[in-house]
C-alpha cells in the first residue's frame, strides 16, 4: 500500500508539474518573402497555482526557440539577446512578441519549423508549445536603382540599392521594399508597403538626399505613399484619394520629392525601424498585413 501511494503521489506530481507552464505559438500568416520581418507571438500561461518565477540558472536560459529548416536541420541563432526574469502570477498570461529576421538565419528559401520553450528553473524542466511552420519565399523584381550615400551623411560614400517587389498571394497581390548593399550582401531591411492593385504601377522616386518616395494604387482611386530612407527606415506613410486630379510624385525645384494631385486622406506617422534587442523587445514599426 505504502508502495502504491508513493507511486499514485509522483505520478500526481509529474501530471501537476506537466500542468505548470502553457506555451502557446502563433504566426500571423504562413508566407513572408526572404528578409522581411517574421514575427512570432508567444503566450505564457502561469498554471501552477502560485507565482512563479522565471530566470536563467545553470547555463539555460529561461525564453528561446528551437528552429530546423530543410532536411532537419537545426539553426543556431546569430545573436542571442538576454532576457530579462519575468515574474507571473498565479492564473495570469504573458504575451511575447519576436522578430526571428535579426536573431536566426531564416532568410533561405523553403519551410521552417519552429517550437518554443519556457525553461522553468524551480522544476528544472522545460516546457514546449506545439510546432509551427512558416515558409519564405521570394517575390518578383518590378522596380531597382542603386545610389550612393551622400557625403553630409553617415556611410558617406557606400551605396544602397533599392528594389520594389511584388509578391502575389491567394487573394491579393502585395508591394514590398527591400535595401540591401550588394557589394557586401547586407541587406538592411524587407518590409511590406501594403496590398497593391493593377490599376496602374507603382511610381518611385529619389530626391536629392536619396532617400526613396513610392507611390502606388492600394484600392479604387485609393493610393498609397511611403518614404525609405537609405538604411531602410520607414520615415512616412500617408494615403492620397482621387478626386479630380490623380495623385502623381513630382521633383521640386530643390531636389525634394512630394506627392501633387488628389487629396491627402489619413497621414500616419511613422518611427524608424530598428532591431529588435530583446526575444520580448516589439518587432520594428512596419505597415500592418493587410
Not at 526572404?34 to 529561461?62: C, F, H, M, S
Not at 536619396?210 to 505613399?225: D, E, G, K
Amino acid at each position: 500500500m505504502r508502495l502504491l501511494a508513493f507511486l499514485l503521489s509522483a505520478f500526481l506530481l509529474a501530471a501537476t508539474a506537466q500542468a505548470q507552464i502553457q506555451v502557446e505559438l502563433k504566426f500571423s500568416r504562413l508566407q513572408y518573402i526572404a528578409y522581411e520581418p517574421v514575427v512570432a507571438t508567444v503566450k505564457i500561461t502561469n498554471l501552477a497555482g502560485r507565482d512563479i518565477d522565471l530566470r536563467d540558472e545553470n547555463g539555460q536560459r529561461w525564453f528561446g526557440f528551437e528552429i530546423t529548416a530543410n532536411e532537419g536541420r537545426y539553426l543556431a541563432p546569430i545573436a542571442q539577446p538576454a532576457e530579462p526574469p519575468l515574474k507571473i502570477d498565479a492564473g495570469q498570461t504573458v504575451t511575447r512578441k519576436v522578430n526571428f529576421t535579426p536573431i536566426f538565419p531564416v532568410h533561405d528559401l523553403g519551410p521552417y519549423h519552429v517550437r518554443a520553450n519556457v525553461f522553468f528553473a524551480d522544476l528544472n524542466k522545460f516546457f514546449y508549445s506545439q510546432t509551427k511552420v512558416f515558409h519564405v519565399g521570394d517575390a518578383r523584381p518590378i522596380w531597382q536603382r542603386t545610389v550612393g550615400i551622400p557625403e553630409e551623411t553617415a556611410a558617406a560614400g557606400n551605396v544602397r540599392t533599392y528594389s520594389l517587389l511584388s509578391n502575389r498571394f491567394a487573394d491579393h497581390t502585395k508591394l514590398y521594399v527591400r535595401v540591401e548593399d550588394k557589394s557586401t550582401g547586407a541587406v538592411y531591411n524587407t518590409f511590406p508597403l501594403g496590398r497593391v492593385i493593377a490599376y496602374d504601377g507603382p511610381h518611385a522616386e529619389l530626391d536629392r538626399a536619396n532617400q526613396l518616395h513610392v507611390l502606388h494604387c492600394a484600392a479604387p482611386r485609393t493610393w498609397a505613399y511611403s518614404q525609405i530612407g537609405l538604411n531602410g527606415q520607414l520615415l512616412a506613410r500617408s494615403t492620397f484619394m482621387e478626386t479630380k486630379t490623380r495623385p502623381r510624385l513630382r521633383h521640386a525645384p530643390d531636389g525634394t520629392v512630394a506627392v501633387r494631385g488628389g487629396m491627402l486622406d489619413a497621414p500616419v506617422a511613422q518611427s524608424p525601424q530598428n532591431p529588435a534587442s530583446k526575444l520580448s523587445a516589439r518587432p520594428p514599426t512596419i505597415p500592418k498585413d493587410d
